[in-house]
């Protein structure tokens, strides 16, 4: 992983990174290979490479609004084996649930339509509708490249030092 992309990382996601809900992730097994923490921040490293390439394209990307949703878009699945009953509604309803997660840990004025967006529609094609902006496409897309990169048993976030990022 390129210092450029941790620095972005810490920079833009560090609140998020040390926050008590983030840090509770570590907790909760996800794809059965891993932690929502561990794939979260593996869907924000490849997120960041993203913006990366595209701010070379002279591209605009909401860095932070983008580092948020990729961080917060699955703390809705806490708890999973008690709130929902079949994994079809955990797909259903864990982006609502995210979303209810990320509007108690940012000030109200930094919630913003991207993140809504990009968290709401994460899961599509299994929704309906597609994620509006761009940054809700490169999480949908970095949310599926890192979920399969897991199951081969390489995560995007390898490289980071966990023990600097969980207490």
């Not at 809900?21 to 996800?30: I, K």
Request: charged share 20%; with cysteine.
């Amino acid at each position: 992983m390129s210092d450029h992309v941790k620095s972005l990382l810490y920079q833009y996601g560090n609140d998020i990174l040390q926050s008590a809900e983030f840090q509770s992730a570590f907790g909760q097994t996800h794809h059965r290979c891993m932690t929502v923490a561990e794939h979260s921040l593996g869907v924000a490293v490849i997120c960041l490479y993203m913006c990366v390439i595209l701010q070379r394209l002279h591209i605009s990307v909401q860095i932070r609004s983008l580092t948020v949703a990729a961080l917060c878009h699955d703390l809705g699945i806490m708890g999973r084996s008690e709130k929902y009953h079949s994994n079809l509604e955990c797909y259903g309803r864990h982006p609502e649930d995210s979303l209810d997660v990320i509007r108690s840990m940012i000030d109200k004025e930094e919630y913003n339509d991207i993140i809504e967006d990009s968290v709401r529609r994460h899961m599509w094609p299994l929704t309906p509708v597609p994620p509006r902006y761009h940054e809700g496409v490169m999480l949908t897309t970095a949310d599926k490249i890192s979920a399969v990169m897991e199951r081969l048993g390489w995560s995007p976030a390898r490289k980071l030092d966990l023990t600097a990022v969980s207490r």
